[in-house]
């Protein structure tokens, strides 16, 4: 199993400083590097201080100049939010530009927050219908010459300019829940993301035998990679394992309070959580996250992830998101890397 760093610029506080926090994402990206981490994963946000992201090939770009091995992925390019041919491009141009590096993830989004700005009166089903209409329109345009006529993209025989320097083009992952959607990436020809949020064990293996049933019903294409993507907090002692799933249930909650886009947002910041509501809430809870998430000291990070390795998982990526200072994402992250990842080689 090769493990990965899953990493955003967030901002909590208008006192933040915006280029500090970008300086942070980057050296946490270098630490990955030169840990012998397999990649670093970048997503796609909009007027959002909680993730900032609005196009994740110039941080991806900007990572390959300050890293040497790390593949340099998406997680995720929002579909509704891409035509067809400037995807197609923009990824080749980043390939070129990263020799080779990139792994292009995409997924339909999940904050309506977003899609209410910028696809007015798109729904998550149209979403869905858009990304499987442009991933592949994109393989295609990598392949040259191709004309479209879809429900929401039509035009005549195109090229990608310019062409990916990967053969065929910079992997493709498919962010997958239901079926359908690893149906959709298996019979593409795509690898799958996966990411189980807070429901736990339980769900890390319905989402691996939705997948296994999914390469199972399509036998005539390669089996793809599935990846795994969970927040991780790796503690110095138990007090602090504490202290992990507290700050992770604070995360959770703005998290929440962002999916249900019902609370005011004043300059990109949602309203601040009294500690009141977030006790509040119906599920989220540091035990709760404890349980669910990946959070403890080495030794039990160690056990919990060799189980998803049995499972069948490829890769997994250390979801650092999390509300923390620079100073504890960066500490458990070379914990990660200095006491459990050796377990793995």
């Known amino acids: 199993m090769k493990f990965s760093l899953f990493a955003h610029m967030e901002r909590i506080s208008p006192d933040e400083d915006q280029k500090q926090l970008y300086d942070e994402f980057i050296e946490l990206c270098k630490i990955a590097d030169q840990g012998g981490m397999h990649a670093v994963w970048t997503g796609e946000h909009h007027g959002m201080n909680f993730t900032i992201s609005p196009n994740p090939f110039l941080n991806l770009i900007d990572v390959a100049r300050h890293t040497k091995n790390v593949r340099l992925g998406t997680g995720t390019v929002i579909a509704p939010f891409w035509h067809p041919i400037r995807l197609a491009g923009e990824a080749a141009m980043t390939d070129i530009i990263t020799n080779g590096r990139l792994d292009l993830g995409i997924a339909r989004g999940a904050y309506s927050y977003e899609y209410e700005r910028m696809m007015p009166g798109m729904d998550a089903w149209e979403a869905g219908q858009r990304m499987r209409e442009l991933i ?6 990598w392949e040259g010459d191709y004309a479209h006529e879809g429900e929401f993209h039509s035009f005549p025989s195109t090229t990608s300019s310019p062409l990916p320097v990967q053969e065929n083009g910079p992997p493709i992952w498919v962010a997958a829940r239901d079926p359908n959607s690893h149906e959709f990436a298996v019979s593409n020809g795509c690898n799958v993301q996966v990411t189980p949020l807070w429901q736990g064990d339980g769900e890390i293996e319905s989402l691996m035998v939705k997948f296994n049933d999914a390469c199972a019903k399509f036998p005539e294409r390669p089996r793809p990679k599935i990846m795994l993507l969970l927040h ?21 909650n703005y998290f929440g309070a962002w999916f249900k886009n019902e609370r005011p947002v004043d300059q990109g910041l949602i309203k601040t959580l009294s500690d009141e509501e977030m006790a509040a809430h119906p599920f989220y809870s540091p ?13 039990a990070v160690i056990e919990r992830l060799k189980k998803y390795e049995a499972l069948g998982y490829d890769e997994y990526s250390f979801w650092i998101d999390s509300s923390m200072s620079f100073e504890r994402k960066k500490a458990s992250l070379e914990r990660f890397i200095n006491d459990v990842m050796p377990a793995f080689q």
């Open 232 to 252: 991780t907090y790796v503690a110095d002692s138990p007090e602090d394992v504490k202290l992990g799933a507290e700050e992770l249930n604070r995360f959770y």
């Open 136 to 141: 592949p329109a994109v393989q295609k345009l």
């Open 287 to 299: 035990e709760a996250m404890e349980r669910d998430l990946v959070i403890g000291e080495a030794d």
